[in-house]
């Protein structure tokens, strides 16, 4: 099966490449796609998920590199989360509404909603590292 990575940038700007044992990732983010978080992993548990069971109905098991992406990228779309909702509960009430950002900052990364929140896919690449 044609393995893909999908490089992605979390909200504070931070990237991670992940892994896909399928090309169905392709029909679920688009390079250059920025989501919304809760969106993002939606899609990923979708994408993912169907990606493990290509690799059952092929192989006879299911690809454990899926499950174990998906497991890591719910892991840190949940720190970002509770990160952000700490934030903002802490905040009085008047720092809920975000300042506008700097030129340079990422709008995703405002302070005020976890719906802010953003993650970018940066791209998507064979395992051999070639752009698809």
Not at 49 to 69: L, M, N, P, W, Y
Not at 110 to 127: F, M, Q, R, T, Y
Request: charged residues 20%; hydrophobic residues 40%; proline residues 7%.
């Amino acid at each position: 099966m044609p393995e893909i990575y999908f490089h992605v940038r979390w909200p504070d700007g931070a990237t991670q490449r992940c892994y896909s044992p399928s090309t169905v990732v392709e029909d679920y983010f688009t390079a250059g796609g920025e989501y919304e978080l809760a969106d993002f992993v939606e899609r990923s548990r979708t994408a993912l998920g169907i990606a493990g069971e290509r690799v059952k109905e092929k192989f006879g098991f299911h690809c454990t590199g899926a499950s174990d992406q998906l497991a890591q990228i719910e892991r840190t779309a949940a720190a970002y989360t509770h990160a952000y909702a700490a934030d903002t509960a802490a905040a009085p009430a008047s720092a809920l509404t975000p300042a506008p950002a700097p030129a340079s900052a990422p709008a995703s990364v405002a302070p005020g909603s976890v719906d802010v929140l953003k993650v970018i896919v940066e791209s998507l690449v064979n395992a051999d590292g070639s752009t698809r």
